[in-house]
């Protein structure tokens, strides 16, 4: 995998931030552990859309949030597009692959009866300052 390339991109062409390049390098080489482990693959141009998807459950299942994933999706999107740019891939695998939906969180809000005791007319001064 050309893994070092495409973090030398991002550190120098892209000057992302270290804790960002850090965090492309864990998720990548977590990507790298799981193909290896799983399916043997250690070549970049071995690796398809099955795979990945593959991937995608073995996190969920891990108790990843979706959230989560789709960060990490969106690092091997990243790196999958620009070894395609460079001519390193003839195909990009993240194309066929769809990130998990996330949910969306509920609004805070101040309940009605604690907003009347913040808006006592009492607290304030019956003049401009107030």
């Not at 141009?45 to 959230?67: D, F, Y």
Request: aromatic share 12%; net charge positive.
């Amino acid at each position: 995998m050309k893994q070092g390339l495409f973090l030398q991109y991002l550190a120098y062409e892209r000057r992302f931030s270290t804790h960002t390049v850090q965090a492309y390098q864990t998720d990548l080489e977590q990507f790298a552990s799981f193909l290896d482990e799983t399916y043997g693959i250690r070549n970049d141009e071995q690796v398809g859309h099955p795979h990945i998807r593959s991937w995608v459950v073995h996190l969920l299942q891990a108790g990843r949030t979706p959230r989560t994933i789709n960060r990490k999706l969106s690092c091997l999107q990243s790196y999958f597009r620009f070894l395609q740019k460079r001519g390193h891939l003839d195909r990009n695998p993240m194309l066929k692959v769809l990130a998990p939906k996330t949910g969306k969180r509920l609004p805070v809000y101040v309940r009605e009866d604690a907003m009347d005791r913040l808006l006592r007319p009492e607290w304030f001064a019956d003049d401009f300052s107030g």
